[in-house]
């Protein structure tokens, strides 16, 4: 069975600064894609950024990269001088199977200060 | 283009009823799912489907839960005889199996509360 693993329930920053977000996981398949999503208070699941397994390179999109680290199986994602907009719900999800269909963790919610 | 969307965006109704939510996926995705978020469960998935067959329902928590989807497009979802433990946000997302990714694009949900 597959896991994903999200440490941190809550993480408070100071804007502009850079902030990671941790996530592990669990899987035996070789073949396996790494998500990361970003749910704000209006509930909607914003699709960050994407790592498959076989990627040669650590995936970036405008501020957000994602550092990983197949050995030790994790994924953290990065933002980069963060914004008072980045607060919000951000979930970390593994897509499993034939079906594709996301196992997600429990989600860490950042609160980004003034 | 247009997201996912859902209906409704939110559904009170009582113990004992059935509630239908629907969901229509970005035009073109042959792949669709539905999950559910609970404050004590999280994100789980409830059903995938592939054109209008659902090869996995393993996500389905008990037969009162039913999902079908028609003509390659809309989904409706089905809870029968309405529990309070039902009460969570239904997201449905969708997927282009043309993407290496098969990111999924998800709508805005459906909150369900069961009194």
């Known amino acids: 069975a597959q896991k994903i693993t999200q440490t941190q329930p809550g993480m408070f920053v100071q804007e502009k600064e850079a902030v990671t977000l941790d996530c592990t996981y669990d899987t035996s398949d070789p073949s396996y894609g790494l998500f990361w999503y970003k749910q704000p208070s209006s509930g909607e699941m914003i699709f960050l950024i994407y790592?498959?397994?076989?990627?040669?390179q650590n995936a970036t999109e405008g501020r957000y990269s994602l550092n990983f680290q197949k050995a030790r199986k994790s994924a953290n994602l990065v933002i980069s001088a963060s914004q008072l907009g980045d607060s919000a719900m951000y979930f970390c999800a593994m897509r499993e199977g034939v079906t594709q269909k996301l196992v997600f963790g429990q989600g860490t919610r950042l609160t980004i200060n003034p | 283009g247009a997201g996912v969307s859902q209906s409704p965006s939110n559904k009170v109704t009582e113990k004992g009823k059935d509630v239908e939510l629907r969901c229509d996926p970005i035009?073109?995705?042959?792949?669709l799912y539905w999950y559910r978020q609970s404050l004590g469960q999280g994100l789980e998935f409830l059903i995938y489907?592939?054109?209008?067959?659902?090869?996995?329902k393993s996500g389905l928590p008990s037969d009162r839960f039913s999902a079908e989807r028609t003509g390659g497009s809309v989904s409706t979802l089905t809870i029968q005889r309405t529990q309070q433990e039902d009460s969570a946000v239904y997201l449905c997302a969708s997927s282009s199996r043309d993407r290496s990714s098969y990111e999924q694009y998800f709508g805005p949900g459906t909150r369900l509360t069961v009194t």
């Open positions: 790592q498959g397994s076989y990627d040669q």
């Open positions: 489907f592939q054109g209008n067959s659902a090869p996995d």
């Open positions: 035009s073109g995705h042959t792949a």
